[in-house]
């Protein structure tokens, strides 16, 4: 089986941490870090991922955390002090309060149930639209995905016939099913 051409089934019991966990940082977010090292006590630093995707840590100064998980981060960072030789086995815990609220994705146009709709790890964008009643009786072959303000358009026909043609949807995805033109 070509690895590619999987996707995986919708988790029915994922935990809130972990959903939220696949949701990447990115600028404006709140990074609260705690960096534990031996027998020293713990520094918290609270720092806003800027432009860039960084934040500024102790010894280090501008770190990239931007399109990396929680969890990726911290292990970036964890390394990035051994690395550095300033601590020998930190342990890392990166939380973001901007994290911490529902994800969500939000679906419009030609769909039957228009609004927003609870994130659920893995699903695809056809998924999505099925799950929000299908489309209507006017709707085109074409959805738009609009990502982080990239927009993205693809054609029903090519994502229901082909799973590389089907994106794995992220937390605050925005779904449009085009109107046909008569």
Do not use: C
Not at 87 to 106: K, M, R, W
Not at 130 to 151: E, F, P, Q
């Amino acid at each position: 089986m070509d690895p590619a051409s999987w996707v995986p089934p919708i988790p029915s019991n994922v935990s809130h941490r972990s959903m939220v966990a696949f949701r990447p940082l990115q600028m404006g977010d709140t990074t609260q870090v705690t960096i534990r090292a031996g027998s020293l006590d713990p520094v918290e630093i609270v720092d806003i991922v800027d432009i860039y995707g960084n934040i500024t840590l102790p010894h280090l100064g501008e770190f990239k955390v931007g399109q990396l998980t929680t969890s990726e981060a911290e292990k970036a960072v964890a390394n990035a002090y051994v690395e550095n030789k300033i601590f020998s086995a930190p342990i890392i815990t990166i939380v973001s309060p901007n994290l911490q609220h529902t994800p969500e994705i939000f679906i419009t146009g030609e769909i039957q149930k228009k609004g927003s709709f609870v994130y659920k790890d893995g699903i695809t964008l056809w998924q999505a639209i099925v799950a929000a009643g299908d489309v209507t009786a006017y709707a085109s072959n074409k959805v738009k995905l609009v990502r982080n303000g990239i927009a993205t358009e693809y054609d029903i026909r090519k994502i229901k016939k082909n799973v590389s043609e089907n994106p794995v949807l992220m937390p605050g995805d925005i779904i449009e099913v085009m109107a046909r033109l008569f």
